[in-house]
């Protein structure tokens, strides 16, 4: 019998040996990431090459049903999910980069500010592979060469780097709304909590209407601090909205107070405080589908701290 050659010699080894009747698991050899760059790159890159920077964190722990996966990059920038894959590493399930990855932008002050608030973490700035693996935070840049960084993280690393990434992105509405969004089944809230101060304000909501061009309910929320004290900021009205009714451009979701899952809005504050008998208002826009009255109860929190 003849035996063609092939030009792998371990599946022509394979052959030989079930044509003489043994049967032969072939393992096929993995693929080692791409080698990474050194933190240090990423703190000497300037705003004009932060621009391609991107940023992903990815949770990589146990896990019974998806966690998408977030990630960031500049205006300037679309954010190339597919630019990480060379850069797996073996081992790791990064399978919730295949599910969905949201994105937001930040700008190349943000995103420097990162890179600098990261900086004071060696845990992180480390890079490698921790023992309890929680969570992937890498970086990516093709400005002047492809460069990357990952640090894989236990969980106590990966609460710190939350709480470094909340503080450069403290003017990031978007960025702080998709962080809460990721930290809240991951269990990463920051440990802080405001305090309910309902019984002093008065809330109200007015002009509400169709904006017919959106096709979606605009209106205000106004809040009256009845005390005689200031309530320091940041104040945020919590809304339980009945039947379908949506929050569109609510700050966040309620996860560290009760009851979670309800939108909220952060009133803009003169001085981080509502001064007695002081007033503030926002804007609200909601999603009505069903066009059914717009009716809610609130809730008014103040004080730093996951809402």
């Keep these: 019998m ?3 050659s092939c030009k792998n010699p371990i599946w022509n080894f394979a052959m030989v040996l079930t044509l003489l009747g043994v049967v032969v698991l072939v393992i096929p050899t993995r693929t080692e990431a791409q080698n990474f760059s050194p933190f240090s790159d990423f703190q000497a890159m300037s705003l004009d090459q932060l621009k391609t920077l991107q940023v992903k964190l990815t949770y990589v722990g ?3 049903r998806p966690t998408p996966s977030r990630a960031f990059t500049s205006p300037f920038h679309t954010f190339d999910p597919d630019a990480f894959v060379p850069f797996r590493r073996s081992g790791i399930s990064y399978s919730n980069d295949d599910i969905q990855i949201r994105t937001f932008t930040a700008s190349p002050g943000e995103l420097k500010a990162v890179i600098d608030n990261v900086a004071m973490l ?7 592979v921790a023992t309890n693996i929680y969570l992937s935070f890498a970086l990516l840049n093709t400005s002047g060469g492809t460069k990357a960084f990952e640090a894989v993280l236990n969980k106590a690393d990966t609460s710190d780097l939350f709480a470094q990434l909340r503080l450069a992105l403290q003017s990031n509405k978007e960025g702080l709304k998709e962080l809460s969004g990721m930290a809240c089944p991951l269990d990463l809230l920051e440990p802080a909590r405001p305090v309910d101060v309902t019984t002093n304000v008065t809330v109200a909501l007015g002009g509400v ?4 061009t959106t096709q979606r309910f605009v209106g205000t929320v106004t809040a009256k ?3 005689v004290q200031g309530i320091a900021g940041p104040v945020s009205v919590v809304f339980d909205l ?6 569109v451009n609510a700050d966040g979701t309620t996860c560290g107070t009760s009851p979670v899952g309800r939108g909220f809005i952060n009133l803009p504050l003169t001085g981080n405080a509502l001064p007695p008998s002081g007033s503030a208002q926002a804007n609200l826009e909601f999603e009505n589908p069903d066009l059914e009255p717009i009716k809610a109860t609130t809730k008014v929190l103040a004080g730093p701290g996951a809402r």
């Design 62 to 64: 146990v896990q019974t």
């Design 209 to 212: 209407r169709l904006n017919r």
């Design 122 to 128: 060696p845990n992180v700035t480390a890079g490698g």
């Design 225 to 227: 601090n009845n005390s």
């Design 2 to 4: 003849e035996i063609k």
């Design 242 to 247: 009945s039947g379908n009714v949506r929050l």
